[in-house]
């Protein structure tokens, strides 16, 4: 079968990315390859400079060889291509600095001595947002921030409120908020772009896409992994803030805002912004009874044998952080009154996948006959990992004499059998995005303490009642708990299609 040709998109200016972390996993695994696989498809302009910047005693050289080995290892083998990687290479700096000191800024400064207001200038900041604020003072003090320079925040922005408003001051005191781009990953991915194009590029769906024709709505992020080595970090952070304050809520943003007058910078945030503010605040007693903690022993992930939470590299004795999380919320406006949402994420879970299911509510009256068949209610299947596809479950009449069969029969699309196996990843598209200036697809100010304010109701909820995470064995699909916070409403998770798994 033959697929469409994705034509790269044309050119950009010549940029200056210098990524703070340059040594660490995000920029080696991520970032990286990202700009590698956009320098192939020819999107990276002559001139351009990727400038990595750390604290260890690296020259470039054995800084190239990193990179060299980070891309072949994260890159499709038939995506690698020796000439190509040769001049991306040849794009690699390295500067050695400490970005708590005033150790090395001097040597930075001078990798853009003569370089004027030339390339797009862009500072990448993959470290502890703990240095966020100190590496924008440095860089205003070393005379590297122009007017036309932008800054890039890794999640999380904080791990509470005024953690994120003291980041958000400090960082806004050197970058107006036109040059700061946070970012999440889940933004730049292909199927959470089309959940705009499914929405409001078709006549079908926006008519019903409200609380009168919708029953609820699923959103499930899982992870086989556990803390990879990162312990120190995830104790102190735990799956709400890990992944529930940016990545699920963006989602729901995104399946509830409402249409915006155009794709221009700031009206598809405006409308994000409007759902958190409409996220019903949760007091105690709600946290009670619409969250799940869970935290993994040891089981079995993918086929082998994985240890308990507790005994990861990092974790303290007793440690009382949730690696999963399962919660109800509501939107209070006049779309959602009534409509539950469902979110759940967690580490070592069966398998790893992403998917927003929208569960539409039964026909008000069957004209079949029992022995047609269970009617079940249409079901909107959005996958963003893996496999990504959009799947709409109608009912259909089963081919064949003997009387009328219902059955539930999905309509599919996949996006690599209609638009071929490759297409840019998340980083690919918010990389480039940031060199166009464009920042729709990332967070504002307003909308990170927006997610915030809403996420300290649980946090708080939580400390007050001082429940501990329900254990869940990992390879499973959380506590025993998670299934009943759904079903007691007479729902279900959507597994149909997900790896069996026992509670």
Known sequence: MSHPRIVAAPPLPAFDYTVFGGTGDLALRKLLPALYLRDRAGQVAAGSRIIAVSRSALDPAEYRAKADAAVRRHVAADELDEELIARFLERLDY???????????????????????????????????????????????????????????????????????????QVGAVFAESQIYRIDHYLGKETVQNLLALRFANSLF???????????????????????????????????????????????????????????????????????????????????????????????????????????????????????????????NWRWAGVPFYLRTGKRLPAKMSEIVIQFRPIPHSIFPQS???????????????????????????PGPGGMRLRQAPLNLSFAETFGSRFPDAYERLLMDVVRGNPTLFMRRDEVEAAWAWAETILEGWKSRRDQPKPYISGTWGPSQAIALIERDGRTWHEDELPNAAF
């Open 372 to 398: 047609a068949g269970e009617l079940q209610a249409n079901r909107l299947i959005v996958r963003l990992q893996p496999d990504e596809s959009i799947r709409l479950h109608l009912m259909a009449k089963e």
């Open 206 to 332: 926006e008519p019903l896409w409200n609380a009168n024709h919708i029953d609820h709505v699923q959103i499930t992020v899982a992870e086989t992994v556990g803390v990879e080595g990162r312990g120190d970090y995830y104790d102190h952070s735990g799956a709400l803030r890990d992944m529930v304050q940016n990545h699920l809520l963006q989602l729901v943003c995104l399946v509830g805002m409402e249409s915006p007058v155009s794709l221009a910078q700031e009206a598809v945030r405006d409308e994000k912004l409007k759902v958190l503010r409409s996220l019903k605040p949760m007091g105690v007693e709600d946290v009670g009874a619409c969250t799940v903690r869970g935290q993994y022993r040891a089981g079995a992930v993918t086929g082998g044998a994985v240890p308990a939470y507790a005994d990861e590299p990092g974790i303290p004795a007793g440690s009382g952080t949730e690696t999963f999380v399962a919660l109800k919320l509501e939107i209070a």
């Open 95 to 169: 500067v050695s600095v400490d970005a708590t000191s005033s150790e090395g800024w001097s040597d930075l400064a001078g990798r853009f001595e003569g370089r004027g207001d030339g390339p797009v200038r862009i500072f990448y900041l993959a470290t502890s947002p703990s240095l966020f604020g100190p590496i924008c003072d440095r860089l205003k003090g070393a005379g590297l921030v122009t007017p036309a320079a932008r800054v890039v925040l890794e999640k999380p922005i904080g791990r509470d409120l005024d953690s994120a408003r003291a980041i958000n001051a």
